[in-house]
């Protein structure tokens, strides 16, 4: 399970420019790379080391490991990282069950966790630790983006439906917190359904005038195709990682018009957004996704921690993360005390350029959101 | 809820019912006819989906990929048996299980690698997509119309060639005694390869049509296997009548469950509990149903047993 | 001469040396990577009663494996949150402690089976299959969206539990206990063979009718020996959990099952030894065709298939030069 991207040095100009205390660091990355769900870790490594390749700094070793999705096989790879390859700093992992099984154990052990995606609840409040760091959102932020924009985007009467698994329950009470129409139906799926006739034709019957779906993967896919065709034509909202660039290709016209939440959009006006989309395409010939987008950032914030505090000195290092200076493709980035993000949210909208669909920003959701439950976090 | 509701709840139990009929068809009639339990069967529906997105992509046609996908997965059915099922009938179930185990991680990695690791795009053809008004005013998909339609079609076809053509008499003698037919001059061996090869293309045909609904990717076989499974132990193994039966039952009993339930929990709970009280029943549903039938009538259904 | 004590003899000892060879290339994954093969083999054993010895082909043994996980984490969860196991109808508390955990996963694996045996014991051949496969499936959606334990995130516990005079959070120390525990289990199952109960069993596999001719009930046999299976597949489960200090819903996926069936089919179902060879040539493998490609998988697929078509009776059978495990 170790297919090891040993980076060696590019170029010893670049090195003797880049870091005050050179003080090696490696990092084990454990991300979904085979089975249904490899697309979401195959981006966020792309994205990672896109700006690890990019920095060319010879102090940074990154090991990969394949988690299969599983969380069992997930714990063991954080063993193997931390026992036998003796890593420094974990990150890459999408789910947040493989979160919750990896990053309680990985920061009792004195290992600094740089999530890329996954931030559930659990991290977020009274399990917060000052060794782990979302650089992604917390797992509420984009529900609640979605749900602060529903009422402003005509939506009134909502309809809200998600699968019946913790990140499916957080998913709706986080669209709840800021969402100012009326819920009329709140609707469970069994995860990894792939028929919705049944909901489709309850929400025709339920006389809402909008849907909010949280269906991660295949799951979006499939509803979003039988919902275009249905004809019930409501207008359809959700987070981003519903409607995201690794998926909308499978969508195709079904997806376009869909509103989501996001904290980044390939059209995101930024220069280091502009930097990252051009020389991602470059590099892998495909538009980015959001976890691309995570993935990036984190090898970034990580760099810029490397340049100003050893490794070796946890908590000067951990304090360097926490200044968060580098430059963000989202623009806008600090940390709130719980070791959170603190940034605007947008709501994008699918749109088709050429032959390829995307995300355009149409409106800001809210503006320094941060960590819904900073204030159970004590540390 | 409304009676127009539960009738169209009950056609989307009819259109999953007879998807699922598609795959348990193929999956009886292999052991009915080999005795042979084959858990690739599921990959054979994700190659189906694939090759009909790949070939809708090309082309342009759902059609063309619709034949593409029967033809692919006729052809990756006949060379699997005859490669590796072969030489599994004279072994135990044992080794047919792990063998087609292998051919699963085998045929959705080489999948994943072919096509990469992103989901494919197939959409409804546009003749059929779009809603259409049925009697007492309900909205229904066209499309899900003509797989119910499509889907009778080929069980009729199905039970004709079954039980009116020489192919089907040597099918139907083949599951009653093998060794008679074999004496009789018949070429076993090729009409195993024909009769997985049809399981196989029927598997291939239901993975292309829900392909169009649904995303097609690796790992989509699975689920849909384990459902074809429950459906044929309902039925009676080996029994095509008894899969079109529980296959209906299942699909029915599923989607009026998954309708059904929350409401009527909601009579009793708070809304949000009930959703996820009747959701999690609703998943369980058709295991009890299978639990239930076995107790009743353990050889399924239409079973010999 | 008789090759396969032989054989049984070098696998302990490869598992024995695994410390070593950790301790002298400085490699201490290694060791958890043992402890993994063991604590498989141990829920191969347990299927192994059932499949090689009763002929009860269960694809549905991940829900035993995952009852003992879960038996583990509703028992040391409590502990964890300073919270009372149950107030009602009496006050008990959780426990941390491994052997009252066994115990536990044991008797739940074992009640268990005894349900979904007597249900399933009804049928036989490729129904049974089947149903065991569903009733896995049931037990993985109820897991899924049961929110008490986690639901899909499933439940961490964060310290390992611990076993009266060990550092179980010392993982030569733990793989000891595991070794140690399937060891026994080993053990156990060699006099079970060579049982009355054994030998009727054998018999109730291979010939029904004499059996009942004999005044034995077959289907009650089948039944003793699928609890029994259930029990020590739940224990497995258990050490497993401990191994992660992690249980969820995964461990019940069917998948799981297939791949406890693969330990002891690729190692020689029936044999004694078989679900040890079995999972650590697969844990072996998992390991290192992971290290060539991202389609690691594809390749166990092929390797499987290649020794399910061309070594029969797994890789004992083959190498110990007889393809029938019962002489």
């Known amino acids: ?379 | 809820m409304s009676a127009m509701l539960l009738i169209e709840q009950a056609l989307n139990g009819l259109q999953y019912g007879i998807m699922l009929f598609l795959m348990a068809a193929g999956l009886t009639l292999v052991f009915g006819v080999m005795g042979l339990i084959n858990l690739a069967h599921g990959s054979l529906y994700m190659l189906g989906a694939f090759a009909c997105a790949a070939v809708a992509a090309a082309t342009g046609s759902f059609w063309l990929g619709l034949v593409a996908s029967l033809a692919a997965a006729a052809a990756a059915g006949a060379l699997i048996e005859l490669s590796v099922i072969r030489r599994l009938y004279a072994r135990d179930h044992l080794d047919q299980v792990l063998a087609t185990f292998a051919l699963i991680l085998i045929l959705s990695e080489g999948t994943r690698w072919l096509f990469g690791s992103f989901p494919l795009y197939l959409d409804i053809p546009a003749a059929l997509s779009g809603p259409v008004r049925l009697p007492g005013g309900i909205d229904y998909p066209l499309y899900r119309l003509a797989l119910i339609g499509f889907g009778l079609a080929v069980a009729a076809g199905l039970f004709l060639l079954i039980g009116r053509t020489r192919l089907g008499i040597r099918i139907r003698a083949g599951e009653a005694d093998r060794e008679m037919i074999a004496a009789l001059g018949v070429d076993i061996s090729r009409l195993y390869t024909l009769v997985f090869a049809l399981g196989a293309a029927l598997a291939g045909l239901a993975g292309a049509l829900v392909g169009a609904l649904q995303s097609v990717q690796v790992g989509m076989g699975e689920p849909v296997l384990i459902l074809a499974f429950v459906v044929i132990v309902i039925g009676g193994i080996g029994s095509i009548r008894g899969a079109l039966f529980g296959a209906l039952l299942v699909g029915m009993t599923d989607t009026l469950g998954r309708a059904l339930l929350p409401v009527a929990f909601a009579t009793v709970l708070p809304p949000a509990e009930a959703g996820s009280v009747g959701a999690a029943l609703a998943s369980m549903l058709i295991y009890i149903l299978m639990a239930g039938v076995l107790v009743i009538r353990p050889g399924g259904l239409f079973g010999r047993a | 001469m008789r090759r396969e004590p032989l054989l049984n003899a070098l696998i302990l000892l490869a598992l024995l040396a695994v410390p070593l060879a950790a301790q002298a290339l400085d490699e201490p994954f290694l060791v958890t990577l043992a402890t993994k093969a063991a604590i498989l083999a141990l829920a191969g054993v347990g299927l192994n009663l059932a499949l090689g010895l009763g002929g009860m082909v269960s694809l549905g043994h991940a829900a035993f494996f995952g009852i003992g996980g879960y038996a583990m984490a509703v028992l040391a969860a409590p502990v964890q949150a300073y919270e009372p196991l149950m107030t009602w109808p009496m006050d008990l508390p959780g426990t941390k402690s491994m052997p009252a955990i066994w115990l536990a996963a044991m008797a739940a694996g074992a009640l268990a089976a005894l349900v979904i045996g007597a249900l399933s014991l009804r049928t036989g051949g490729v129904y049974f299959i089947m149903i065991t496969l569903a009733f896995a499936q049931m037990l993985y959606y109820f897991a899924v969206s049961w929110p008490a334990y986690g639901g899909e995130d499933g439940i961490s516990i964060y310290v390992r539990n611990g076993f009266p005079g060990l550092d179980t959070l010392d993982p030569l120390q733990f793989f000891g206990l595991c070794l140690g525990v399937l060891l026994l289990a080993l053990g156990a199952m060699h006099l079970i063979a060579r049982s009355r109960f054994g030998l009727a069993l054998d018999g109730a596999r291979q010939n029904p009718e004499r059996v009942a001719a004999l005044g034995l009930r077959p289907a009650r046999l089948k039944l003793i020996a699928f609890v029994v299976s259930g029990a020590v597949t739940a224990l497995a489960g258990a050490l497993f959990a401990d191994l992660n200090r992690f249980v969820s819903p995964s461990m019940l996926h069917w998948q799981t099952s297939g791949e406890i069936m693969v330990f002891v089919i690729l190692g020689g179902a029936g044999r004694l030894f078989g679900p040890v060879a079995g999972a650590a040539i697969f844990v072996l493998l998992e390991h290192l065709l992971g290290g060539i490609s991202d389609y690691w998988k594809l390749f166990l697929g092929l390797a499987l298939l290649g020794i399910v078509l061309f070594a029969r009776g797994g890789l004992i059978g083959a190498l110990a030069g007889r393809a029938v495990a019962h002489d």
């Open chain 1, 1 to 379: 399970m170790a297919f090891k991207a040993t980076l060696l040095a590019a170029g010893a100009a670049l090195a003797l420019a880049g870091s005050a205390a050179a003080d090696p660091v490696k990092v084990g990355m454990i991300t979904t790379l085979s089975g249904g769900g490899a697309s979401l870790g195959i981006d966020t490594r792309d994205g990672f080391m896109l700006a690890v390749e990019a920095a060319a700094n010879p102090d940074l070793t990154v090991v990969i490991e394949d988690d299969q999705q599983k969380p069992e096989i997930a714990v063991q790879l954080a063993d193997k990282l931390i026992q036998s390859d003796k890593v420094d700093v974990l990150t890459g992992i999408v789910w947040s069950n493989l979160a919750m099984a990896v990053v309680p154990a990985a920061t009792a052990q004195g290992k600094t966790y740089l999530s890329t995606n996954a931030a559930p609840s659990q991290l977020a409040g009274k399990g917060c630790n000052p060794g782990y760091f979302s650089v992604s959102y917390q797992n509420d932020n984009l529900h609640e983006a979605a749900g602060a924009y529903a009422a402003t985007a005509g939506i009134k009467r909502a309809f809200i439906m998600a699968p019946n698994y913790p990140a499916g329950k957080d998913s709706l009470s986080g669209f709840k917190r800021f969402y100012e129409g009326e819920v009329v139906s709140e609707v469970y799926t069994q995860l990894g359904q792939t028929d919705y006739a049944g909901e489709i034709a309850q929400i025709r019957a339920s006389g809402a005038d909008g849907v909010f779906i949280f269906l991660p993967g295949g799951m979006g896919i499939s509803f979003v195709k039988q919902y275009a065709d249905s004809g019930v034509g409501l207008p359809l909202i959700g987070p981003a990682f519903s409607f995201d660039q690794s998926i909308l290709q499978a969508m195709g016209d079904a997806a376009v018009g869909v509103l989501n939440g996001a904290n980044w959009s390939p059209d995101l006006d930024t220069a280091a957004n502009a930097t990252f989309v051009e020389s991602f395409r470059a590099a892998y010939g495909r538009l980015p996704s959001v976890y691309a987008a995570y993935g990036y950032d984190t090898a970034n914030l990580l760099l810029s921690a490397m340049a100003k505090a050893p490794v070796s000195d946890a908590e000067a290092f951990r304090a360097a993360l926490k200044e968060a200076d580098f430059a963000s493709v989202r623009g806008k980035f600090s940390f709130a005390p719980s070791n959170h993000p603190i940034q605007d949210l947008y709501v994008r909208e699918v749109v088709k350029e050429g032959d390829i669909y995307t995300n355009k920003i149409v409106g800001t959701a809210m503006t320094d959101r941060g960590n819904p439950y900073e204030d159970a976090c004590k540390m």
